[in-house]
């Protein structure tokens, strides 16, 4: 089975511009996560989606982050305008829609904001 | 609030011998505990949790978990390390009830195994 697809794998752009993070999650999962990555903070859960829909989105940092999944087999998560302290590793994870489930990882995008 | 914590930033240990990673947890309620890993470059991979029962869990890659109710610890072992199982291990605790599965995760520990 496919794991769960992020894409791009490696993000470069300039301060102030759009960028766009992509995930496929595994098939039949019915939630799904975002996280972010840093040496400073560790692991952080940005948002989470039940069925599409948003759950929780206290972990995103500012409105310049926003995260849509239009359906079940693809999400989102759009920073504009970008900066530099948004350089980070980010995680898009899935799971199924029972308790205790194991999180899915996909393999992240590094993002870095010059 | 409900936590975990990973006391050690770095373990260092030798190629066959055994190793232990630790993790201590606080919540309200029965906690329901993972361990993950993370290669480099890679995300993370589930290895094992303890929802109830057994004490000791097995997992993926030889390793297992002790979960320890009075000392609130849920320290992940391995008989005998190999230079492979060097990454940075997460422990983390379920949050929330139903079907939740939002994970809180501890720092993270980074395994060293010297040849």
């Known amino acids: 089975d496919a794991g769960v697809i992020q894409s791009p794998r490696h993000e470069v752009t300039e301060m102030g511009q759009e960028v766009t993070l992509r995930c496929k999650p595994i098939s039949g999962h019915d939630y799904l996560f975002w996280y972010r990555q840093t040496m400073m903070r560790g692991l952080e859960l940005l948002i989470y989606?039940?069925?599409?829909?948003?759950?929780?989105d206290s972990g995103m940092p500012e409105d310049r982050f926003s995260a849509k999944m239009p359906n079940a087999s693809f999400s989102t998560l759009k920073i504009q305008p970008s900066e530099p302290r948004d350089s980070a590793v980010y995680f898009c994870?899935?799971?199924?829609?029972?308790?205790?489930?194991?999180?899915?990882f996909g393999d992240g995008t590094r993002l870095s904001i010059l | 609030a409900q936590s975990v914590a990973q006391p050690e930033d770095q373990v260092n240990v030798a190629e066959g011998n055994p190793l232990t990673v630790k993790c201590t947890y606080s919540v309200s309620g029965n906690p329901y505990l993972f361990w993950y890993v993370q290669y480099p470059n890679r995300g993370l991979q589930f290895l094992l949790k303890?929802?109830?029962?057994?004490?000791l869990v097995k997992g993926s890659y030889g390793f297992e978990a002790e979960f320890n109710k009075s000392q609130t610890s849920f320290h992940l072992k391995k008989p005998s390390a190999l230079v492979s199982d060097s990454a940075l291990y997460f422990c983390a605790v379920r949050l929330g009830g139903g079907a939740t599965n939002k994970l809180i995760f501890g720092t993270g520990t980074l395994l060293a195994v010297q040849p």
């Open positions: 989606f039940n069925n599409n829909v948003p759950i929780d």
């Open positions: 994870a899935s799971s199924l829609n029972r308790e205790h489930q194991p999180q899915h």
């Open positions: 303890y929802i109830t029962g057994d004490n």
